[in-house]
């Protein structure tokens, strides 16, 4: 089990960038694929990025393919999100997910933090 915080949302003028973290408690960090979701208002939930264990394989969304770029540091039990070149429709809370095994696209996750919002005004 692990327990995750995302940080680092806000306001941000479209074209704009930023970093979101997730900080995880779990003592095998390395041993979870993670990943990155998005809820805009009004929507459903939907697949943005994952990681594998050791960094090596990654995927996107199409929405965010070459803008966003999803990296993790196992020393630090932090994953990361940078997303340039935002945009109104990048608008959404943000959610940490992790589970064992590989990255599976769009899901399932186990375990989830609590979301961090980033708005791009219009």
């Known amino acids: 089990q692990v327990e995750l915080v995302e940080s680092g949302g806000g306001l941000v003028q479209a074209g704009g960038s930023l970093r979101l973290s997730c900080s995880a408690s779990?003592?095998?960090?390395?041993?979870?694929?993670m990943g990155w979701f998005r809820q805009a208002p009004g929507k459903e939930r939907e697949f943005v990025s994952a990681?594998?264990?050791?960094?090596?394989?990654?995927y996107y969304a199409d929405s965010v393919k070459g803008r966003f770029t999803i990296s993790r540091d196992n020393a630090k039990n932090t994953l990361y999100l940078q997303m340039n070149s935002l945009k109104f429709e990048d608008t959404a809370v943000y959610y940490c997910s992790a589970r064992l095994g590989p990255p599976v696209v769009p899901g399932p996750y186990d375990y989830w933090g609590q979301g961090t919002r980033v708005t791009v005004p219009s």
């Open positions: 779990g003592r095998t960090f390395s041993s979870y694929s």
């Open positions: 990681i594998s264990w050791g960094g090596g394989s990654t």
